[in-house]
């Protein structure tokens, strides 16, 4: 099984992932601001501005708190991706300086009886 780290496509869906929470983030601000305007429209109407306004509360700020945990979500990924990419890049350098630090000459020695063909 391989796997390979791609920093480029990593990047591309990072960046997709913020424009939708800032867009998620300016809906939910509009939708706020909306809300404030209707409640004051309903003039007289106490109990139904009070009805829209027991409504809306609980609501209010649900979008705010889903775009910045979306937000916060992609960080830590792209922290992890990250670390990904600088422990793969350590473990190639290390690996290729071990190889280079082998004996040329060096070979294990045969083992005999695993298999006919080291015979």
Same mark, same amino acid.
């Not at 509360?57 to 705010?64: C, G, N, V, Y």
């Given at each position: 099984m391989t796997y390979e780290i791609l @920093? #480029?496509?990593?990047?591309?869906?990072l960046t997709a992932i913020a424009a939708d929470g800032n867009a998620m983030h300016r809906a939910a601000t509009d939708a706020g601001t909306s809300a404030a305007e209707i409640a004051g429209t309903f003039g007289a109407a106490t109990e139904v501005a009070s009805a829209f306004t027991a409504f809306w509360? @609980?609501? #209010?700020?649900? /979008?705010?708190r889903v775009s910045s945990l979306l937000f916060r979500k992609a960080t830590?990924?792209?922290e992890a991706a990250q670390a990904f990419i600088t422990a793969d890049g350590e473990m190639a350098t290390t690996a290729t300086a071990a190889l280079s630090s082998l004996p040329a000459d060096y /070979? @294990? @020695?045969l083992q005999r009886g695993h298999g006919r063909f080291l015979e």
């Open positions: @920093p #480029d496509q990593i990047h591309g869906t509360s @609980p609501r #209010d700020e649900t /979008a705010q830590a990924v792209a /070979a @294990p @020695p």
